[in-house]
């Protein structure tokens, strides 16, 4: 397995170097960068594209939820604090763990052995899909989206369907929806082509979830989800969809 790059995100010098040291029990993982605060983070982030954000969320001037809600690229993440009326939170936004200053060596074992965990699960389905002849290039592997005052970090494959809402998007995933405030227009850019595919101006699917296509009299098609949603394909992409997967 490859080592896995870790983003270490604190304003405060003193909690870095003692996340640093924690992980230098674990030659798992390789310290890619730190970061003081939100905007720095932001940038390395895009530069580096770590696997895994240790983020502290209360920080001068944009606070860790505020960080990944700005993201179009998100890594797993373990949040670290001295505040843990924010576990609550962190937990409903599926993090994968959660670490209450100051952290115990054993409790940060386990935090990243999960990781080390998700890796390897994920790393195996990769080259499961790679022996299967599938395209397995990028795209982003979580949405973070803020609705009220719930969090989520969404994995992009959980996503059957988007919707176009006016300015914002509605997200199907897992038997639930939420809305976030970016178009379809900058998902599309964001999501794997190789997954995703537009119907319409006002849809997007996971292909993976498709239980059925049909061709209808006038030429277009008609594909059923998994979910049980059933979406009219626009002609332009009807075409593109016969191609993608043979003439019907």
Do not use: C
């Amino acid at each position: 397995m490859n080592r896995i790059k870790v983003l270490v995100i604190d304003d405060e010098r003193l909690a870095r170097e003692e996340l640093k040291r924690h992980l230098q029990n674990h030659t798992t993982f390789e310290l890619v960068g730190e970061a003081a605060d939100a905007d720095e983070a932001a940038a390395l982030i895009t530069e580096l594209k770590p696997d895994l954000l240790l983020l502290d969320i209360q920080m001068p001037g944009r606070t860790g939820f505020e960080l990944l809600e700005s993201l179009e690229w998100v890594p797993a993440v373990i949040f670290t604090t001295a505040f843990d009326a924010y576990a609550v939170k962190a937990f409903e936004i599926n993090a994968l763990d959660y670490l209450v200053k100051p952290i115990r060596d054993e409790r940060f074992a386990m935090a990243v052995n999960r990781v080390k965990e998700q890796v390897e699960r994920e790393q195996g389905e990769q080259d499961t899909r790679e022996q299967g002849g599938q395209d397995t290039r990028g795209g982003v592997q979580h949405i973070f989206v803020k609705e009220g005052d719930r969090y989520y970090m969404i994995k992009t494959d959980e996503i059957s369907l988007i919707e176009s809402a006016g300015n914002y998007a509605k997200i199907y995933f897992n038997q639930q929806k939420v809305l976030i405030k970016k178009s379809l227009n900058q998902l599309e850019k964001t999501l794997d082509a190789t997954v995703f595919f537009r119907v319409s101006r006002q849809e997007i699917i996971n292909t993976t979830f498709i239980s059925q296509m049909q061709a209808l009299p006038n030429g277009q098609l008609a594909v059923k989800l998994k979910t049980g949603n059933t979406l009219t394909v626009s002609n332009r992409q009807s075409a593109r969809l016969k191609h993608k997967y043979g003439s019907l």
